[in-house]
Structures are given as structure tokens and as C-alpha cells.
């Protein structure tokens, strides 16, 4: 069984920046996938991005390229999502989920198998 707890969300204003931090209870947690995904009021789940358990983030949604970076410490058992340059419509709450083995862009979120209960960012114009 593998517990996340996601932090480092609040109010910040658009420009600003956050890191969020999702922090797992897990053996071997290194042998991980483990991605983010945000949802905004009234949408669907959506992808963010993932790291592979050696450290890769081969993809990433089109709208938080260059803004968006996702790293991973395994030694902390901790992934997390730094976001700069925010807007106001990166405003969701921000989950990681994880998945043993590597995933790939093309995972939905059925494809991870355990769920952090989500981290409010709130970016106000």
C-alpha cells in the first residue's frame, strides 16, 4: 500500500511561483511512476505530467510546457511540481498519483493506482 500527501498549495497571484510536494510512504519507491494531475471546478481530471521511476518527464499538457518541471527525490521518498509563471487558469487542485513500473504519456488516470487526496492552487489575477 502507498500513501501520498500532497503540500505546498495556497493563493499565490499570476506570475508567482509554487512547488508542490507529494510526499509517499513506500517501499521501494523508487521503482515508481508517479504523475500529476489537476482539477479545475467543473472539468475533468486532467494530466500534467509524469516522472518515470529513473527520473524521466517525457511529456507534459501543452499549456504548462516550459512552466511546469517535475522532479523527483527518492532518497526523500518526494516528487515534486514546480510551477512557475502562473495564470490564473493553472487555479485546480493538484493530485499525484503513482504507479509501479513506467508509464507513458498516453496513461489516464485509471492507470494509477494510488491517489494523494489533492493540493488547492488558487492564482488570482
Known amino acids: 500500500q502507498v500513501q501520498l500527501v500532497e503540500s505546498g498549495g495556497g493563493l499565490v497571484q499570476a506570475g508567482d511561483s509554487l512547488r508542490l510536494s507529494c510526499a509517499a510512504s513506500a517501499d521501494a519507491f523508487s521503482v515508481y511512476s508517479v504523475g500529476w494531475f489537476r482539477q479545475a471546478p467543473g472539468k475533468e481530471r486532467e494530466f500534467v505530467g509524469f516522472?518515470?521511476?529513473?527520473?524521466?518527464?517525457?511529456c507534459s499538457l501543452d499549456s504548462v510546457k516550459g512552466r511546469f518541471t517535475i522532479s523527483r527525490d527518492n532518497a526523500k521518498n518526494t516528487v515534486y511540481l514546480q510551477m512557475e509563471s502562473l495564470k490564473p487558469e493553472d487555479t485546480a487542485v493538484y493530485f499525484c498519483?503513482?504507479?509501479?513500473?513506467?508509464?507513458?504519456?498516453?496513461?489516464?488516470?485509471?492507470?494509477?493506482?494510488?491517489w494523494g487526496k489533492g493540493t488547492l492552487v488558487t492564482v488570482s489575477s
Open positions: 498519483a503513482a504507479r509501479p513500473g513506467l508509464s507513458n504519456c498516453n496513461s489516464g488516470p485509471s492507470t494509477y493506482n494510488y
Open positions: 516522472v518515470s521511476p529513473g527520473g524521466r518527464t517525457p
